[in-house]
């Protein structure tokens, strides 16, 4: 089957400005989260999807991050204007929430650089 | 906020060895459960422990747990040089299935 993709693999971009990234979930898995990790740090839940609907936000920065999940399918994460500290990879991961399998699958993330 | 801190941060093992990592953490959990990352493959899921569980095995891989102490163990039995990864554990506490990760533990397994 195939898995998680996120494109685009990597981006440098300058502070203050503008950036998104898109993710595509495995097939028929309703819940979708993305993750930030900076370097030499574990993944920080960033935003948590079921279908639709935001389960989680709490840490998620609103003033400046954005998310969306249109027809419970792919989502983007939008962050505008960068700062320095959005410097990280970007985690894309999605879980199927049934049977009891907690599994969640993680795509190969986005690298971004903010100079 | 970080929920589980892993120790060692990193361990340096000769192929054929066993390696140990721990995971504390703070609060009461429903599950924890154990990922890899190295470049290569992204990361992983190895392992779930529920919190009425002890121990459980996969291939070469050992987890235990001790809801008293709130800490948990990663063996990695006869280990190989594919096994170079980062090891994190990741608590679940609420009904969300939010994961909580830890910062991870550089295991590197000489050839």
């Known amino acids: 089957e195939a898995g998680v993709a996120q494109s685009p693999r990597y981006k440098i971009i300058e502070k203050r400005q503008s950036v998104a990234f898109w993710c595509n979930p495995i097939?028929?898995?309703?819940?979708l989260y993305w993750y930030q990790q900076i370097l030499g740090q574990g993944p920080k839940l960033l935003i948590q999807?079921?279908?639709?609907?935001?389960?989680?936000d709490s840490q998620l920065p609103k003033d400046r991050f954005s998310a969306e999940r249109l027809k419970g399918v792919d989502s983007t994460l939008k962050i505008q204007p960068a700062k320095l500290e959005d410097s990280a990879v970007y985690l894309c991961?999605?879980?199927?929430?049934?049977?009891?399998?907690?599994?969640?699958?993680f795509g190969p993330g986005t690298r971004l650089l903010v100079l | 906020s970080q929920q589980g801190e892993e120790d060692p941060q990193a361990l340096s093992i000769q192929e054929g060895e066993n390696a140990t990592m721990n995971c504390s953490y703070k609060?009461?959990?429903?599950?924890l459960q154990w990922y890899r990352q190295n470049s290569g493959r992204g990361l992983v899921h190895l392992i779930l422990?529920?919190?009425?569980?002890r121990e459980k095995h996969s291939g070469r891989l050992r987890v235990t747990l001790d809801t008293s102490k709130k800490s948990s163990s990663l063996l990695i039995t006869a280990s190989r040089a594919a096994d170079t990864a980062s090891y994190f554990c990741?608590?679940?506490?609420?009904?969300?299935?939010?994961?909580?990760f830890g910062k991870g533990t550089l295991l590197t397994v000489n050839p």
């Open positions: 609060t009461s959990i429903n599950n």
């Open positions: 999807f079921q279908n639709n609907g935001v389960v989680d």
């Open positions: 422990i529920r919190s009425n569980e």
């Open positions: 991961a999605s879980s199927f929430l049934a049977g009891g399998s907690e599994t969640q699958y």
């Open positions: 990741a608590t679940r506490g609420g009904s969300n299935y939010k994961l909580t």
């Open positions: 097939s028929g898995h309703a819940t």
